[in-house]
């Protein structure tokens, strides 16, 4: 198998010649403004770390830039959000900018584009206590919000898959935390928005992931995603299910994980040796019917790219 083949099998359930691997981290901020190194870090990556397929980032886009949301100071103010529109540089520059990437791969492997839950979009535009705020304010105006985000994410999402050629997207959900909403209030005010994009995007691929993401380190209500449906469903080994054949049987789907993205565990400081056992016994726990070894969420800065290469390597020798 190639590696387009390998993870076409893997994202359709299928078994593989070996387990393929995909971790991915972002792009330094310094890079944002330089389209050329900003593309060029992410071919670099590619190429030193040699993964079978590619997460690419969203970096420099991700609070939404709707003048709304500059200095909001009441939740009724959501209720005047306009659409960003099919031309607005912001979408437009995701799409031109990844568009170039994708030539840059050259059909090598498959790539998926890292998109934003609606209400994501707007806390990290406004940040996690606004966020809250507004929505104990007027949960309604918050939904309303996500509503008008949501029809421009789908424009995004066409642009993304038909024009800049990307085999699917990597849809990240997040504010889900246990302690942050009830089952009932998620359901309410959060999951229109996510399902709206969420199917529009199946709709153009069927090569889709949902990331379930942990990054507040504090286990998520998995029960609000468990009708969000894709191929491949990347969770947190860590924080929210260990066992990985429970994650299967919970999602029913190619689950994507199995190492610690956090500075200071086992793939930040183990040997090549260890590294190597690592990997042996989690394909083990996973097996190669329907498991993607990669880590819970991006990698930090810091640790060097040559052991990503060493995940890549053990996988290919099992």
Sequence with gaps: MNKRERVIAAFQGKETDHVPVCMWKHVPAELWDDDDKFIQCQLNSYRVTDVDFVKLSADKYFGWPAPVLEQIASAKALYDIQPLGADHPYIRGQIERTKRIIQGLQGECVALYLIFAPLSYLRLQVGYPKMMELMREDPAAVKHACGV?????????????????????????????????????????????????????????????????????????????????????????????????????????????????????????????????????????????????????????????????????????I
């Design 149 to 317: 985000i949501a029809q421009d994410v789908k424009l995004l999402v066409h642009g993304i898959i038909r024009e800049a050629g990307v085999d699917g997207i990597f849809f990240s959900v997040q504010n889900a935390e246990e302690n942050r909403f009830t089952y009932e209030e998620y359901r309410q005010w959060i999951t229109p928005s996510e399902k709206e994009v969420l199917d529009y995007a199946n709709t153009l691929s069927s090569m889709n992931a949902i990331h379930l993401c942990a990054w507040e380190e504090i286990p998520n209500r998995l029960s609000v995603w468990e009708d969000y449906k894709a191929a491949v469903i990347s969770w947190s080994r860590y924080i929210d299910i260990m066992d990985i054949q429970e994650a299967k049987k919970r999602f029913g789907c190619t689950v994507w994980g199995g190492f610690d993205n956090r500075p200071g565990t086992l793939l930040y400081t183990a040997s090549h040796e260890e590294v190597e056992r690592a990997v042996a016994e989690l394909i083990a726990q996973g097996g190669k019917t329907g498991y993607i070894l990669g880590a819970d969420c991006s990698i930090h800065d810091e640790m060097d790219e040559e052991r990503i290469r060493w995940v890549v390597e053990a996988a290919r020798n």
